[in-house]
């Protein structure tokens, strides 16, 4: 669109990425595409000229404007990667009452943890890269989950939940 990136499609690309199980290229993509890496140094800012905690909808490709970022504020691209990183990336999957992950995170990444709200109910999630069978062990306050999922109930307290993987 404008011979640089267009976010929206970029986005797509490291989702399908993700869909295919590829955890390095997912992760050096959305490095890529991440804001925050287009302002590490005091030039890098004078190039980008734009947030570097909002999703440009357009980073440009084409001179004078090489490496601008665009359209910020105005965008759908921020819902986006909302999505590439909370689904795809970190692989939650809420269907109804049930919650279940399928990260494409890097070999390199041990653990990573999560808080999830569930109306009036807080699960602490603690995720372990340690299984190479590719199965998933969940665990909620304790006790063993059937099929690598869990289910959310709304009762007002903290649950302490463990998925290794």
Known sequence: ENGGQYTHAAIWTVMAYAKLGDHEKTNELLKLINPIHHSQ??????????????????????????????????????????????????????????????????????????????????????????????SFLVRVDGIGQADGTFSLIDDRREHSVTITF
């Open 41 to 134: 140094t005091a030039q890098e800012v004078a190039i980008y000229k734009a947030e570097p905690y909002v999703m440009a909808a357009d980073v440009y490709g084409i001179s004078p404007h090489t490496g601008r970022g665009g359209w910020t504020w105005y965008t759908g691209s921020a819902g986006w990667m909302y999505q590439l990183i909370l689904e795809s990336f970190l692989g939650l999957k809420r269907e109804g009452n049930t919650l279940r992950f399928e990260p494409c995170i890097p070999n390199a990444w041990k653990s990573f943890k999560l808080s999830y709200r569930f109306h009036d109910t807080n699960y602490h999630i603690l995720l372990s890269q340690e299984l190479t069978d590719g």
